[in-house]
């Protein structure tokens, strides 16, 4: 589903409200939330106002498991590093238990060793299921969602959760959740605001089926729910 907004604000504020949804809802039913924050540029509006004082006292953050949709492979002081931005607009500044956060870095080990790693904390959280109560996701002006970019070989992956490769344009490592994994989530909610993003929101969501060319066709949930949380730029209705 598309919900069309004025404003980024106003998306910013539908998105924490439903990050606080989801949480007391799983919370409630199974004593623990897990979450996926996305990076990029979009979501710090989103993190800023879940750790205003309006926001965090609404969830019980000793219960809640914080895992990242994709990583830029930087160090986690990095201006780059999605974690980074994550710790300084949200993760600092609300009573998480720091062994509950999975950052998708680690210094010393491949990124290829790590997305095993991390794959195998994610199942460790989740159990074989693997199914996340709430991903965020961006999606950039290419149509590459996570680190899910046009043309590469991780959008056939079909077995593994977490894969990490070399992203020659970029010049850089990154590490990925798969859309497999992504599919089975509970609920997958997608910011993207600015007309920047027209054209792939276009393609995404009625252009021809083609995820090798707009990546963020792949994420389909398996049972759970899509939504598209944009504003009248990105929509074209401006
Ligand atoms: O590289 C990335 O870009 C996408 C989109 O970012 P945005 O700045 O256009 O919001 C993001 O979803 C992803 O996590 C990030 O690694």
Redesign the pocket.
Known sequence: MIQIYNNTEEINTVAADLFVESAQKAIAANGKFTAVL??????AGIYRLLASDAYKNKIDWSKVYIF?????WVPLNDDLS?AKMSYSTLLSHVPIPQENIFEMYKDGVTPEEYAAIYEQSVRTVLGEEGKFDLIL?????DG????LFPGEAVLEEQTKWVDAYYLAPQKMY?ITLTAPIINKAEKIVV??FGEK?THALKEVTSGEYNPTLYPMQLIKPVSGELLFLVDKAAAGTN
């Open positions: 996305t990076g990029g540029s979009s979501p990242w949709g994709d990583e830029r999605n996701l961006g999606m950039g002006d590459h969602t996570a680190s990154r910011v993207a993003k």
